[in-house]
């Protein structure tokens, strides 16, 4: 990887973050700054690496956003600001003036949590903040975040521009109230799980999973631990769930392209460091009080110390779903935990559990149709076969469920998932 491209990748948000609070502008902040990016990796190629790299950039971006504002001077006057303290604004102007390097220690992290903090602004929808965060605060290309999110390019163009102005007038600041605060961190982990999500399920498009959007989710939660003011357990958990997920990823996808259950997965290729990684992070909060996040990680590493599907303490799991309920009750958690029961307790108490879950789409009659095979009622898993493909529009799944019911001739034994494979 370049240094261009590392900077990118590790620097775009601390650099995006002084622009905006200097020049108070989204759109001139981001443009200079894609320009400078630009310029840079054009001289760099031919002049070499410079010492200091994001000095460079911020020069360069300055010196764009200036030149920008004077050619639309009488424009620049009429166009919606962001509401920056004038300290901040002044601090923003002693770091590009003085602190050229690297750095700008926590001037910058602050300015960061900032940035993060309005991506999370609650005009936006969520998916809107999920796209303009990965836009602003991570640096990720408008066509990339299309194509993650199956899009065409123009179309989320238009969206983020949508979502730029609609923050046109919102405050710049770290919120301080503690509640205040709380909110707009849960805001910004619930954007990065319903990203790291659509990376793993994705609905719709070829892919079995979408490693890149998971990545990026998790590097958003990472930025946002490192801009805490304080530890938040929640968000150690989400990350910790997070690499505990993204640490089947090889093991998620067979050899045909086809999805591959949990319990058919090979646990060799699930990747230890991030398991262990993620182990670290849970051991401090396993007597913290129970949460949604940190329940979710729990169930997600009994999953990852256990040697095979039948050596899982499928018991503690469904007391840990039983938990989860009663904290946030939701038709997935319900699915999740009847799959969980009829792995502990037989196909049929699967399907007890089953009867109170209400969710559209293919997963339940997926689900029921896998239970009903196990319970030997082949008929009836044929007809939940049929009812899961005809609601199912991802392709490699409505493939994978189809094998399933054309399997039932000859009443192959089926594995289960737990829906989130």
Not at 43 to 68: E, M
Not at 294 to 306: C, D, F, S, T
Request: overall charge negative.
């Amino acid at each position: 990887m370049s240094l261009v491209e590392t900077l990118l990748r590790d620097e775009w948000g601390r650099l995006l973050a002084l622009l905006v609070a200097q020049f108070r502008r989204l759109d001139l902040a981001e443009d200079g700054l894609a320009d400078a990016f630009e310029a840079a990796a054009r001289h760099w190629t031919a002049d070499g690496d410079p010492d200091n790299g994001p000095a460079w950039l911020l020069t360069t971006a300055r010196r764009r956003i200036v030149d920008r504002m004077r050619s639309e001077e009488v424009l620049a006057r009429k166009m919606p600001l962001l509401a920056v303290d004038a300290a901040v604004t002044q601090e923003a102007q002693q770091v590009l003036a003085t602190v050229p390097l690297g750095a700008g220690g926590q001037a910058i992290t602050d300015e960061r949590l900032r940035l993060v903090l309005l991506c999370a602004h609650p005009t936006l929808s969520r998916e809107a903040a999920a796209a303009l965060t990965l836009r602003l605060v991570l640096g990720v290309a408008t066509e990339d975040i299309g194509r993650l999110f199956l899009q065409s390019k123009a179309t989320m163009a238009a969206r983020l521009t949508r979502a730029r102005k609609r923050l046109a007038g919102a405050s710049f600041e770290v919120p301080t109230d503690v509640a205040d605060l709380a909110d707009r961190v849960g805001i910004v982990a619930e954007v990065a799980y319903l990203a790291f999500t659509a990376g793993y399920a994705p609905g719709t498009g070829p892919d079995v999973v979408r490693r890149d959007l998971a990545g990026e989710a998790i590097r958003l939660v990472r930025v946002l631990r490192t801009v805490l003011p304080a530890p938040d357990p929640e968000v150690d958990a989400l990350l910790a769930l997070m690499l505990l997920q993204h640490s089947r990823r090889e093991a998620r996808i067979g050899a045909d392209g086809s999805p591959v259950l949990l319990p058919d997965q090979d646990r060799t290729t699930w990747r230890l460091e991030e398991i262990t990684d993620a182990l670290a992070i849970l051991t401090p909060l396993a007597h913290a009080p129970p949460a949604p996040y940190l329940l979710q990680a729990l169930i997600a590493a009994e999953h990852a110390v256990a040697p095979s599907s039948e050596a899982t303490a499928w018991g503690r799991i469904v007391e840990r779903y039983d938990e989860l309920l009663t904290l946030h009750d939701t038709p997935v958690v319900r699915l999740n935990r009847a799959v969980a029961v009829a792995e502990a307790d037989g196909a049929e108490a699967g399907l007890r559990a089953l009867e109170s879950v209400a969710l559209p789409g293919h997963r339940l009659p997926a689900v029921r149709a896998q239970l009903l095979e196990r319970a030997g009622r082949h008929a009836a898993a044929v007809e939940a076969y049929e009812e899961a493909i005809a609601l199912c529009t991802h392709g490699p799944e409505r493939a994978d469920l189809d094998r399933r019911r054309g399997a039932l001739t000859g009443f192959a034994s089926q594995s289960l998932d737990e829906n989130t494979f």
